[in-house]
């Protein structure tokens, strides 16, 4: 028989560095969940990650014991890493900040692929080129056709 379903928890954790402080301890300690045996786990499966934020969705089950999905970190850090931007333009439309390249645009999409809700790589990389538009970075070139 399934376990029956407690909630779900979505947090935004550094990898290798889940600890009790806030958001990680209010967030399993309001659903009952042993949180060092969550920080261990989690600690445990992305210390290879090397400190990159990665998103992670928790399914806590009623008897209190939990599973958790680790995704792949979000387009906004990953662009912000390539460009060696600090942060995202204040008014995207008026002051950009960075550049990046159709390649570094199509690397990022390779790697988010699993967590995006589209079939094809091209779809992907229009995706992640309009991530970096609203953020106020300009993708350098023309898209490429051979994709």
Known sequence: ???EIAGLIKLQIKAGAANP???VGPALGSKGVNIMDFCKKFNAATQDKGGKVLPVIITVY???SFDFVVKTPPVANQLLEFSKAKK???QPNRNKVAEVTWEQVKQIAQEK???LNCFTLK???TMVAGTARSMGITVKGDFPENV
């Open 21 to 23: 402080s806030p958001p």
């Open 1 to 3: 028989m399934a376990k």
């Open 88 to 90: 995202g333009s204040g």
């Open 113 to 115: 692929m699993p967590d």
């Open 62 to 64: 009623a008897d209190k």
């Open 123 to 125: 779809a992907a990389m």
